[in-house]
């Protein structure tokens, strides 16, 4: 029986599921960088810009999403990484967001309710 | 520092034998580390058990004076501290887990042997801490769930919390380190054959726990951060005359507090589904289901934590969604009842003692669950709240559910940890004198919520009919303590005398009886070969749905087999031990205030993390010979470091929500407007362009450009301690500004949220040094990239977590939410 332990396995699925591709060269780090270094400069443009105060929440929050996917996907390599990573890293920060966006709902209930 | 690992012979015998008191001390062997937990834990039992007796002989009789209300206070609050830290969890994840995982996918140790080790001595510097208090200053006295503002020195001036935030800190960073540990063996580390859908059930249930843990005690941490600093360094976090809210501690404790009860229950659910199928000798019912209800409960725990608290007034909408999601977790809840049920129906049982606390379980627990259904309805929530009612509930859970499934898990597996059988006679005693104990103690709680008797009360009047079933409940829990008493006799009897298990003495499905019992210390000789479900069983009698009969061939069992060729082991490690030591010298100087001690404590600490780091020359965990290579080429520690910040996600989420929730509320200081954006806006370009050097020296160490992987890692840390100069710099002027920690809200959490990102930033600085000292000393290389890989995940973190706060303090200081 231990031979055909040895030899009959109907699968050999590796334990995270796929094979990850080779990381980019410098030229795309660099890229990377302005790309940061240009949204950060939009991001102060919309705090100084009076006339941007209306969408200032909603445009702040847009490009600082931008700014977290491109180190995350691009330095920390997960665009070309396993899928697996991606999913440890996506599911507590999900669950992060809501517990944010929760919190400051219950607790703005309690100030306006309560105080 | 040790040298390379020495092979283990394959003839070597048990992991229990061999190498005396240093032996253990220094232990990294899971299963070594599993009888280190679960020794500990019964001895808490113990503790725990004589805490339960005396909270009933205080309740024997009206207006009783057997203890005084602040012993009263004193010993429930550690009863429900130990039971829940010191015993069910070490005994669920640090004994069982720990045993049996590795056993289970077919691995030779868990991923990290060394880290393993190190929470259990963290584990155990924390029960010190919450033990102190028998010896000088009293015991911690606020409950098991610390409600502030109970916990403020003004309220609790003597050391008695201190010792509890201490404790549980170390507690949690010890769980974390656990759950961390048993997500990359799972994942990771499985035997070739073993899909996930292959996988015990016991496995499914610690893999979910394991997620559950890392992002369930990041807001217990916070809280428990919160309160370490309201109590030694003046700040008002859970104050209401400051302004704070005390709710707000009630929130991150319960944000960790219901998923624990599932962190608690989930591995009972799958010690029970892998006894029931081996006594009734069928395959377990709808494992699939069984599989996905796991992961639905974990998922719907994490949204309902406001049922514990719809008594502060939440308002409609939450109430609302609360109840609906502490109403579907019954769902899943239910399919798991069912399936154990249909798995037993029609099954070929054999009545042992395993057997008997399984099924007890099922009924026990699923009583816990309908009042728990109860508790879901808000409405009837306000009339139960903080009455007996809820006594009654969560006893049938945690015990009812959580402890006959130990029990039974002990019945089950003993044989297999220590290589003696346990007396099935006064096994059935026990479990008998359980089931009469138990219902006679807690049964009659439902009706004396019901009539109205507050929980945690010392004593209660004559006239209020209370008397005769806390009579009845008194007695009852001694029978239980009888019962617990027989397991103890058991215990030492079997561990004296007991008769010798055999490798298979229940007839088992699962891969651990495939070796011998007590297994070696390699646990496999051959690396194992999965084929199908219940992996022994397909390898004993061809098929999963077989009902047994003669096995296929008298040869050796998966794994079993002896092979010629030594094996290589991870050998034992002195430092965490010595990283324990130094974070209880560092607790001690928090709470003696001698900061003499914290910095030794911490130099202690570092020292033993550095002695980690570099004991072996792969710098890193060292690999287990024959293991298969982790999957598409990612290695464990990435894997490791990945989940570690994942679970950092949710620990920066609840110091943010907390500096969004009180940073308007700036009695008295400047607020807000003090913050400086041209500053940190140079602090922030500094920071992303040190992400750029970060992957340039990556890149560099890949393709063995020694040079210029010197010059990178050494901009990435000269950048960082230009952050982290500014940040000095920030903090001072606002502290000559008159913003001082204690000065309002604003200032506490706003110093706390972007202090513990700077302390992030000078923990990846001093990385980075090490490295860069590394890489001019010629140890560094294209061979261990993956060393730079790790530490540069760990700094692009530290990165967009600032992108976070840059854009929700700095630029958006204005905007107003609570």
């Not at chain 1, 949204?39 to 445009?59: D, I, N, R």
């Amino acid at each position: 029986m231990s031979d055909a332990i040895g030899t009959m396995a109907d699968s050999t699925v590796p334990p995270d599921g796929q094979a990850h591709r080779a990381h980019p060269g410098a030229a795309v780090y660099v890229i990377v960088a302005v790309f940061l270094a240009a949204l950060t400069a939009m991001e102060l443009t919309v705090f100084y810009v009076s006339a941007l105060k209306t969408v200032l929440v909603p445009v702040l929050l847009v490009l600082a999403a931008a700014k977290f996917a491109l180190v995350a996907m691009f330095y920390m390599h997960l665009r070309y990484d396993s899928w697996l990573l991606s999913g440890v890293l996506l599911f507590p920060l999900i669950i992060a967001t809501v517990l944010l966006i929760s919190l400051l709902f219950l607790f703005a209930y309690l100030a306006q309710h309560i105080g | 520092m040790a040298a390379q690992p020495k092979p283990v012979r394959t003839e070597s015998a048990s992991y229990l034998g061999g190498g005396g008191l240093l032996g253990w001390l220094t232990t990294v062997d899971h299963k070594r580390v599993a009888v280190l937990y679960g020794a500990s834990a019964l001895v808490f039992m113990v503790i725990g058990g004589i805490e339960a007796m005396l909270i009933r002989m205080q309740l024997w009789s009206p207006g009783s004076t057997f203890l005084s209300a602040e012993v009263y206070n004193q010993i429930f609050t550690m009863h429900g501290t130990t039971m829940v830290f010191l015993v069910v969890m070490p005994l669920e994840l640090g004994a069982f887990a720990n045993f049996l995982v590795p056993l289970h996918v077919g691995a030779r140790d868990v991923a990290f042997p060394r880290i393993n080790a190190l929470s259990y001595w963290l584990f155990t510097m924390g029960a010190i801490f919450l033990h102190l208090g028998w010896l000088w200053g009293g015991l911690p006295n606020a409950g098991w769930f610390g409600y502030a503002n109970l916990t403020e020195r003004y309220f609790s001036p003597g050391l008695n919390i201190d010792y509890w935030v201490v404790g549980l800190l170390l507690l949690g960073v010890s769980t974390v380190l656990g759950g961390l540990n048993f997500f990359v063996t799972i994942v990771m580390m499985r035997a070739r054959g073993m899909t996930y859908m292959r996988m015990p059930m016991f496995v499914w249930a610690i893999l979910i726990t394991s997620v559950l843990i890392l992002i369930a005690f990041p807001p217990l941490t916070v809280g428990l951060v919160f309160l370490l600093m309201d109590r030694f360094f003046g700040t008002h976090f859970y104050i209401a005359a400051y302004g704070a809210t005390p709710i707000l501690w009630q929130h991150l404790f319960w944000l960790f507090g219901h998923p624990e009860v599932y962190i608690m229950a989930l591995p009972a659910f799958g010690m029970i589904s892998e006894m029931v199928p081996v006594f009734a000798r069928k395959p377990l019912f709808g494992y699939p289901m069984m599989a996905y209800s796991l992961a639905l409960i974990a998922f719907l725990s994490y949204g309902v934590w406001g049922h514990h608290m719809f008594a502060t007034g939440m308002g409609p909408v939450a109430d609302s969604a609360f109840a609906i999601t502490s109403m579907l977790i019954a769902i899943p809840t239910g399919v798991k009842v069912f399936s154990w049920i249909a798995t037993v129906w029609g099954g070929s049982l054999r009545m042992t003692t395993a057997f008997y606390f399984a099924l007890g379980m099922i009924l026990e627990f699923t009583i816990g669950g309908l009042s728990g259904i109860m508790h879901a309805t808000a409405p009837v929530d306000l009339q139960q709240t903080d009455s007996y009612f809820v006594v009654a509930h969560f006893h049938y859970v945690l015990f009812g559910g959580v402890m006959f499934a130990i029990m039974g898990a002990i019945y089950y597996w003993w044989p297999k940890m220590t290589g003696r059988m346990l007396d099935e006679r006064l096994g059935k005693l026990q479990f008998w004198l359980t089931v009469i104990g138990f219902n006679a103690t807690f049964f009659p709680m439902h009706f004396l919520g019901l009539w109205g008797m507050p929980r945690r009360i010392y004593t209660y009047g004559a006239g209020l009919g209370w008397t005769d079933l806390n009579r009845l409940e008194t007695v009852a829990a001694f029978i239980l303590g009888l019962a617990f008493l027989v397991l103890y006799i058991n215990l030492v009897r079997s561990a004296a005398a007991g008769s010798e298990a055999p490798a298979d003495p229940w007839d088992g499905r699962t891969l651990e009886w495939s070796t011998a019992s007590p297994p070696p210390a390699y646990n496999f000789a051959r690396l194992v070969q999965v084929r199908g479900r219940d992996a022994f069983w397909v390898e004993k009698y061809g098929a999963a749905g077989s009902r047994g009969g003669p096995m296929l061939a008298a040869a050796q069992p998966p794994g079993g087999e002896q092979a010629a060729e030594a094996i290589h082991m991870p050998a034992p490690s002195i430092f965490p031990l010595t990283i324990a030591l130094g974070a209880g010298v560092m607790g001690t100087g928090l709470i003696v205030g001698w900061w003499r001690l914290i910095a030794i404590g911490a130099g202690v600490m570092i020292l033993g993390i550095i002695g980690l780091g570099f004991e072996y020359p792969s710098w890193g965990e060292e690999g287990h010979d024959g293991e298969p290579a982790p999957g598409g080429g990612t290695d464990l520690r990435k894997v490791g470091v990945w989940a570690f910040l994942g679970s950092e996600c949710v620990f920066f989420a609840s110091l943010i929500s907390t500096y969004i929730v009180y940073k308007s509320r700036n009695a008295g200081g400047p607020g807000a407007s003090i913050l400086e954006i041209p500053l940190t806006s140079f602090s922030t370009f500094v920071l992303l362009m040190s992400s750029l050097l970060m992957v340039l020296a990556l890149a560099a160490t890949q393709r063995g450009d020694r040079l210029w992987e010197r010059i990178w890692l050494l901009g990435v840390a000269v950048f960082g301690l230009i952050f982290l100069g500014g940040q000095a710099y920030e903090f001072t002027h606002f502290y000559h500004e008159g913003l001082a920690l204690q000065t309002d809200l604003f200032g506490q959490s706003f110093y706390t949220l972007v202090g513990f990102h700077g302390a992030h930033v000078a923990v990846g600085v001093l990385w980075l040094l090490v490295l860069a000292a590394a890489a001019f000393m010629g140890r560094l290389g294209k061979s261990r990239a993956l060393s730079v890989e790790l530490a540069g995940l760990y700094w692009h973190f530290v990165d967009v977590v600032w992108i976070v706060i840059f854009t929700l303090v700095y630029l958006m200081q204005q905007v107003k939410v609570a």
